[in-house]
């Protein structure tokens, strides 16, 4: 049983994301996705919604388990019994970043990082350019699963 976490922000989930969720599946046998909770960080999205965002856009695939976690996201692997970190790469900028943060965690832990190719024509989509858009009042639904609701308030 292969089984890979998929961590991030999902702040709100991008068609970004939901492409790589979905490209993983057929790597994987489970991929628990595991929305990282930093106390210093401010979301636009509660927790509650950041998961039920993901839960709604993957019902009915067995295969996929929403979770949050604090903590090192090594720790959260064993703790899910995960052998693989899953992460998407859409830039040489976001290489560099992740680079470092793949030999930290192989200097931690057995864990791989195991990365997939941004999809062509999905690459300029990232969760803080679907929240501008929203703070700015546009069109944000052809960047978004259609989970991805905003409420207005
Ligand atoms: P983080 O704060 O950890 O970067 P994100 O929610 O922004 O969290 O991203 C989670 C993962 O999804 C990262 O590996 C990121 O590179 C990847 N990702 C985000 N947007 C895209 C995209 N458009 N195409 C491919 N991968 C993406």
């Given amino acids: 049983m292969k089984r890979a976490i998929f961590p991030g922000s999902f702040d709100p989930i991008t068609l970004g994301h939901y492409d790589i969720i979905q490209r993983g599946l057929s790597l994987f046998d489970e991929l628990v996705i595991a929305i990282g909770e930093n106390a210093e960080k401010r979301y ?3 927790l ?5 965002f993901i839960s709604e856009a993957f019902a009915g695939e067995p295969r996929i388990r929403v979770m949050s976690y604090t903590g ?5 692997c064993k703790k899910v019994e995960a052998g693989f970190i899953l992460r998407g ?19 931690l832990s057995e864990i791989e990082t195991v990365f997939l190719l941004t999809a062509s024509g999905k690459s300029y989509i990232s969760s803080s350019i679907v929240r501008d858009v ?7 639904t052809g960047l978004v699963p259609d989970t991805v609701r905003v409420s207005k308030s």
């Fill in 44 to 46: 636009m999205f509660s």
């Fill in 48 to 52: 509650e919604e950041r998961i039920r």
């Fill in 72 to 76: 090192l996201t090594v720790d959260f």
């Fill in 89 to 107: 790469l859409r830039n040489p900028g976001d290489f560099e970043f992740e680079k470092a943060i793949a030999h930290t965690n192989r200097k």
């Fill in 134 to 140: 929203i703070r700015n009042g546009g069109d944000f």
